[in-house]
């Protein structure tokens, strides 16, 4: 292979949980009186920490989310994690492949780590994914957009920037890992493939990914 690290997002690529999570987030914006659709959601949410979302509505309404919004959203996602969460199909197939290879893997998600903990836990990811692996945007300073969290993650796991590949399937984070000097294939199965033209690949389905790190 000619990449020595993959980098994985999490949400949407590992685990499945764009849907749950973008309709939650749609459902109590609203209530909070700040109407959004769960396709607003995705457009404007969709692969950023939660700390965007409270810029966006402080920048389009001049009022601020409540101090326990963030609590109160985890809340909720979890409890849907554990009721309905599954793993990407296809996605412990590519895993056990990395592995039997020797290939290197991490994940690093705009989520926090008890959303990455949780939903790995729930899923049966946690096998694949121990703690020296998982890398949070709560580590750093700047989520995607930004490019900390993959160099961040490229550094910890000892890897240059240009020898890593990235696994996205959100705008912002194709941003971020075009801003990191990293390659990066776009998973479509959610997102419009012309949202994530800027990746170096684009692919549909998890068992297309092997042909595109070889």
């Known amino acids: 292979m000619r990449y020595e690290l993959v980098i994985f997002d999490n949400d949407g ?19 909070l009186g700040h109407p959004t659709s769960y396709e ?24 601020r989310l409540p101090d326990d919004f963030d609590d109160v959203f985890h809340g909720r996602v979890f409890a849907a994690f554990e009721r309905e969460l599954e793993p990407v199909r296809g996605v412990v197939d590519v ?24 939903g790995h836990r729930t899923t049966g990811l946690d096998r694949w994914f121990g703690q020296e692996r998982v890398f949070s945007s709560e580590d750093v300073g700047r989520g995607k957009p930004a490019p900390d969290l993959f160099l961040y993650a490229a550094e910890r796991m000892g890897v240059a920037p240009e020898k890593c590949v990235v696994i996205e399937d ?8 075009v801003a990191a000097g990293m390659d990066v294939y776009g998973f479509t199965a959610m997102t419009p493939a012309e949202k994530l033209k800027a990746a170096d690949g684009l ?3 998890m068992r297309e990914l092997g042909g595109l790190l070889a």
């Open 13 to 31: 690529v590992l685990v499945d949980s764009e849907p749950l999570s973008n309709t939650l987030l749609a459902g109590y914006l609203t209530e």
């Open 40 to 63: 607003d959601s995705l457009r404007d949410y969709m692969g950023a920490a939660l700390h965007r979302v409270h810029d966006l509505v402080l920048e389009r309404s001049g009022e």
């Open 95 to 118: 895993l056990e492949k990395l592995t039997a290879d020797g290939v290197p893997y991490c994940v690093a998600s705009s989520g926090s780590h008890e959303r990455i903990r949780v």
């Open 170 to 177: 959100s705008p912002l984070g194709v941003q971020a890992a």
């Open 203 to 205: 692919f549909g389905d």
